[in-house]
């Protein structure tokens, strides 16, 4: 498996719900038509509670901080946590090519202007996931890392937002 995690930032001129409903009905499918053929084979999307208390968020959301239990989340300011898996590394290289050839990173890009913070996405690879099930077993998956393409693929996404 291959994961990459998504931390989403709204543009702070919309609603939360604005957002959800932008991201989930319009950009998701627009991305889907253009990337289908290398889509991944999970993508979950996960939009963070919030509460009412003026002054106590972070930049994108001054008076409404996420729902925390426990600690603070000043400087991950998102609204939005998304997990995307692929059965290995090349099945993502091919949608990571794929999503910047300059025609549909153009579109997804002018897209995301309408409803994304600009500079605040941030995605991150996992290395390795450790789950504990219902028989208190607990069990280690390990991405499909190869040493070589991470720093390819760091490069590649700092190049891209610089």
């Not at 990337?35 to 993508?43: A, N, Q, R, Y």
């Not at 991950?76 to 999503?99: N, R, S, V």
């Amino acid at each position: 498996m291959y994961t990459i995690i998504l931390f989403i930032t709204r543009e702070s001129s919309i609603t939360s719900k604005e957002f959800q409903d932008y991201y989930e009905q319009k950009h998701i499918p627009l991305a889907f038509s253009l990337l289908s053929e290398f889509w991944p084979t999970s993508f979950h999307r996960r939009y963070l509670a919030r509460i009412n208390r003026k002054g106590f968020g972070g930049p994108a959301n001054p008076d409404r901080p996420p729902l925390t239990l426990r600690g603070e989340m000043q400087e991950l300011d998102c609204d939005c946590i998304a997990e995307m898996t692929w059965p290995d590394e090349k099945g993502f290289q091919h949608f990571y090519k794929k999503l910047y050839e300059k025609e549909i990173a153009a579109v997804l890009a002018e897209d995301e202007r309408k409803f994304l913070e600009e500079g605040k996405t941030t995605a991150v690879v996992v290395g390795e996931t450790w789950s504990m099930g219902l028989d208190g077993v607990t069990r280690s998956e390990k991405s499909d890392i190869s040493g070589s393409d991470v720093s390819d693929v760091a490069m590649s996404s700092s190049e891209q937002s610089g």
